[in-house]
Nanobody, 124 residues
């Protein structure tokens, strides 16, 4: 599995914004879609969003639709998750993965290596 590095987490107040970065040194970055996931305390890891290889397609889970925006810069091997109007329900450790567009459900269910992720804590 490709090792991804996620950064940009922090402590923010509800209503504020935060941008996460997801990067890898692997040159295959532009060959794959990027999936974003999160795991809140005491809850199972869940899919958050994904962006296609060229960035033309995006998809979001209902709870973040309209608040989160994914984009990518293939020349920098980096994807971003812009999180606006954060609420306490967004508190979680966030992760990213490379994969095929229709494969992230399988990745979520079967992947055993997630790295450290980045912690986002939203307080009211």
């Amino acid at each position: 599995q490709v090792q991804m590095e996620v950064s940009g987490g922090g402590l923010v107040q509800a209503g504020e914004s935060l941008t996460l970065s997801c990067t890898t040194s692997e040159r295959i970055f532009s060959d794959y879609a990027v999936g974003w996931f999160r795991q809140a305390p005491g809850r199972e890891r869940e899919f958050v969003a994904q962006i296609s290889e060229t960035g033309t397609l995006t998809e979001y889970v209902d709870s973040v639709q309209g608040r989160f925006i994914v984009r990518r810069e293939n020349q920098q091997n980096t994807a971003y998750l812009k999180m606006n109007n954060l609420n306490t329900g967004d508190t979680a450790v966030y992760y990213c993965k490379l994969g095929y567009w229709n494969d992230f459900k399988r990745i979520l269910a079967s992947s055993t290596s997630w790295g450290q992720g980045t912690q986002v804590f939203v307080f009211s």
